[in-house]
């Protein structure tokens, strides 16, 4: 009797587990629902994270399924007590790997509906590099100006010199580490460290060395004031780099900030296209065009069109809206007078239309209304450690060997803003000095996220059953806990096909038929009108020809076919 009883136990709390999976499968169905437009779960919150610039830094936010862009952004904003505002953006990566900025005033929902349920993640980022670090109004918002060039000269984007790359790296050890203490900062304590992308024992040593008896007695802040002083004059102060090749198929680097925009090669500036010079901005598949204007002397004024391939459409759009807001933020006086902006529009393909949202910079900074006492800045160590499985600095190096090795290039010695159309290809390049950027929005999901409730399991109709029927059957809900984990690859699979087919009926099927319709219609309209000019053109051999052998048999056809018949 007892083990009986002991049995029945085991099997109703197998059937409370089952109902709990059952439970989170449902809400799962609910938010897979609203992605194919749900009107019963607009009103469920969706969960995201936020990852800060400091990337031991998550905040956990959620969203409604209309909401825009901008209320998240103002939301995290107001987290950081950060007025301005209108600097920052948060990215998002797609199922594709391609980046992206969240769009202020378009939904959210509809920019990620691709992403996976569980897994919805945003990177807090400086969009918009200011050109004067020392114009904005607060010391919290030059922090995480601060904060996102220490992560441009980790991933690789702020390039410079060899002599350069030490000095930013010792402000940074002291902003983070205070003085110089022998007791504690003992041997090549700088190798644990990551603040380079390719750290040389050189250049750890200069750093260490002008760490110990340049900057000692400097606090925090002052060392954040001189690390800005000297980045924001860099040429690669705000760019992130694009990959795209020239006319000649010559592997390039575009670069887009409050200056223009500028291309690379290698660790080598190429061309520097202001944005006085730049007319207009297009794209047209895979192909970035910039129309420029020279001015070869005060009256004569040349014209010149350059492209750019990039490796994808959907890579070419994202560098096209990029350098279409960069040029709206720093150039316009308002943003009242902000136009829309079209672009990418073919015979066989829809125009991407884009409406730039929010104040330009001028507007900020003759923004009058900041009158708070400015918040204390809370300032977190965030100096990486490097993994344990990376090797140890190579100490054979030689000095001559560092300006081909670090992970800053070669001096950007090319300072000329002249264009110069075609690079000569006899011009060997270093490819281990070459500018690159990692995609920091693509690491790996903290452990925080992946112990994330899952909501990934799908459970459907006919497998809707009455769990009290199976105390006696652990090897029926053993069955159902199979079905499940089959239907969850079945379902996401299915999500996506979807998607494909959306995305095929909207660029490939649609503008051929809407294209047929078009023809079909100016057929009628010429064989059909009775306008003067029309009826010389009736009158040709050829269209009399056509309308007599094709049109008026077909015209006839579908007379007996659709209206006759019904009539009779």
């Given at each position: 009797?007892?083990?009986?009883?002991?049995?029945?136990?085991?099997?109703?709390?197998?059937?409370?587990?089952?109902?709990?999976?059952?439970?989170?499968?449902?809400?799962?169905?609910?938010?897979?629902?609203?992605?194919?437009?749900?009107?019963?779960?607009?009103?469920?919150?969706?969960?995201?994270?936020?990852?800060?610039?400091?990337?031991?830094?998550?905040?956990?936010?959620?969203?409604?399924?209309?909401?825009?862009?901008?209320?998240?952004?103002?939301?995290?904003?107001?987290?950081l007590d950060l007025i301005e505002k209108d600097y920052f953006g948060l990215r998002y990566v797609d199922s594709k790997r391609q980046r992206h900025w969240l769009e202020p005033s378009k939904s959210i929902f509809k920019q990620i509906?691709?992403?996976?349920?569980?897994?919805?993640?945003?990177?807090?980022?400086?969009?918009?590099?200011?050109?004067?670090?020392?114009?904005?109004?607060?010391?919290?918002?030059?922090?995480?100006?601060?904060?996102?060039?220490?992560?441009?000269?980790?991933?690789?984007?702020?390039?410079?010199?060899?002599?350069?790359?030490?000095?930013?790296?010792?402000?940074?050890?002291?902003?983070?580490?205070?003085?110089?203490?022998?007791?504690?900062?003992?041997?090549?304590?700088?190798?644990?460290?990551?603040?380079?992308?390719?750290?040389?024992?050189?250049?750890?040593?200069?750093?260490?060395?002008?760490?110990?008896?340049?900057?000692?007695?400097?606090?925090?802040?002052?060392?954040?004031?001189?690390?800005?002083?000297?980045?924001?004059?860099?040429?690669?102060?705000?760019?992130?780099?694009?990959?795209?090749?020239?006319?000649?198929?010559?592997?390039?680097?575009?670069?887009?900030?409050?200056?223009?925009?500028?291309?690379?090669?290698?660790?080598?500036?190429?061309?520097?296209?202001?944005?006085?010079?730049?007319?207009?901005?297009?794209?047209?598949?895979?192909?970035?065009?910039?129309?420029?204007?020279?001015?070869?002397?005060?009256?004569?004024?040349?014209?010149?069109?350059?492209?750019?391939?990039?490796?994808?459409?959907?890579?070419?759009?994202?560098?096209?809206?990029?350098?279409?807001?960069?040029?709206?933020?720093?150039?316009?006086?308002?943003?009242?007078?902000?136009?829309?902006?079209?672009?990418?529009?073919?015979?066989?393909?829809?125009?991407?239309?884009?409406?730039?949202?929010?104040?330009?910079?001028?507007?900020?900074?003759?923004?009058?209304?900041?009158?708070?006492?400015?918040?204390?800045?809370?300032?977190?160590?965030?100096?990486?450690?490097?993994?344990?499985?990376?090797?140890?600095?190579?100490?054979?190096?030689?000095?001559?060997?560092?300006?081909?090795?670090?992970?800053?290039?070669?001096?950007?010695?090319?300072?000329?803003?002249?264009?110069?159309?075609?690079?000569?290809?006899?011009?060997?390049?270093?490819?281990?000095?070459?500018?690159?950027?990692?995609?920091?929005?693509?690491?790996?999901?903290?452990?925080?996220?992946?112990?994330?409730?899952?909501?990934?399991?799908?459970?459907?109709?006919?497998?809707?059953?009455?769990?009290?029927?199976?105390?006696?059957?652990?090897?029926?809900?053993?069955?159902?806990?199979?079905?499940?984990?089959?239907?969850?690859?079945?379902?996401?699979?299915?999500?996506?096909?979807?998607?494909?087919?959306?995305?095929?009926?909207?660029?490939?099927?649609?503008?051929?038929?809407?294209?047929?319709?078009?023809?079909?219609?100016?057929?009628?309209?010429?064989?059909?009108?009775?306008?003067?000019?029309?009826?010389?053109?009736?009158?040709?051999?050829?269209?009399?020809?056509?309308?007599?052998?094709?049109?008026?048999?077909?015209?006839?056809?579908?007379?007996?076919?659709?209206?006759?018949?019904?009539?009779?």
């Amino acid at each position: 009797m007892n083990d009986h009883r002991k049995q029945i136990d085991v099997n109703v709390s197998t059937v409370s587990a089952a109902r709990n999976r059952f439970r989170r499968s449902c809400c799962s169905l609910n938010y897979n629902m609203m992605k194919f437009g749900s009107k019963n779960s607009t009103n469920t919150p969706i969960k995201c994270t936020i990852r800060l610039l400091d990337d031991s830094q998550l905040l956990d936010s959620e969203f409604q399924i209309n909401e825009k862009g901008s209320s998240l952004i103002s939301r995290i904003c107001e987290q950081l007590d950060l007025i301005e505002k209108d600097y920052f953006g948060l990215r998002y990566v797609d199922s594709k790997r391609q980046r992206h900025w969240l769009e202020p005033s378009k939904s959210i929902f509809k920019q990620i509906r691709d992403m996976e349920a569980d897994n919805i993640l945003f990177s807090f980022r400086v969009k918009f590099y200011p050109p004067n670090p020392f114009r904005l109004k607060e010391d919290i918002t030059r922090y995480q100006i601060y904060l996102q060039l220490k992560r441009d000269l980790l991933h690789g984007r702020l390039y410079c010199n060899t002599s350069e790359a030490a000095l930013l790296g010792a402000y940074i050890l002291q902003a983070e580490l205070g003085d110089f203490n022998p007791e504690e900062h003992i041997d090549n304590y700088v190798n644990e460290l990551k603040i380079l992308l390719k750290q040389t024992l050189q250049l750890e040593e200069k750093m260490m060395d002008i760490h110990k008896n340049e900057l000692k007695g400097k606090t925090a802040a002052e060392m954040e004031t001189i690390f800005l002083k000297k980045a924001c004059v860099l040429d690669t102060y705000g760019v992130d780099p694009h990959a795209v090749k020239d006319q000649r198929g010559n592997q390039l680097y575009l670069g887009i900030n409050h200056t223009g925009i500028l291309t690379f090669q290698g660790s080598k500036k190429m061309n520097h296209f202001s944005w006085s010079q730049v007319q207009k901005i297009n794209f047209e598949g895979k192909m970035f065009i910039i129309h420029i204007i020279l001015n070869e002397d005060q009256r004569i004024k040349k014209k010149q069109t350059i492209g750019f391939k990039c490796p994808r459409g959907s890579s070419c759009r994202h560098v096209w809206k990029c350098a279409v807001e960069q040029m709206l933020f720093f150039t316009f006086p308002s943003s009242s007078d902000v136009p829309n902006v079209v672009s990418g529009g073919g015979f066989f393909s829809w125009g991407t239309k884009f409406k730039y949202s929010g104040r330009v910079e001028k507007e900020i900074l003759e923004d009058v209304t900041i009158t708070r006492e400015s918040p204390t800045v809370t300032r977190v160590g965030s100096l990486r450690r490097k993994s344990s499985s990376e090797p140890p600095t190579p100490s054979n190096l030689v000095i001559n060997q560092v300006a081909g090795f670090n992970s800053l290039p070669r001096s950007l010695t090319n300072t000329s803003e002249e264009y110069n159309t075609s690079i000569d290809s006899s011009n060997q390049i270093d490819n281990s000095s070459v500018l690159e950027t990692l995609l920091e929005d693509q690491e790996i999901i903290t452990s925080k996220i992946e112990q994330e409730v899952h909501h990934e399991e799908i459970l459907n109709d006919h497998l809707l059953i009455d769990f009290t029927t199976v105390t006696d059957s652990p090897q029926l809900i053993q069955s159902i806990s199979n079905q499940l984990s089959g239907q969850k690859h079945i379902e996401t699979t299915a999500i996506r096909n979807s998607g494909s087919s959306l995305s095929f009926l909207r660029q490939t099927l649609l503008p051929v038929i809407f294209a047929l319709f078009m023809m079909v219609l100016i057929v009628v309209i010429v064989l059909e009108s009775d306008f003067d000019f029309i009826a010389a053109i009736r009158k040709a051999p050829e269209i009399a020809a056509f309308k007599k052998n094709y049109y008026e048999p077909s015209k006839d056809f579908l007379l007996r076919r659709f209206i006759r018949s019904k009539i009779f």
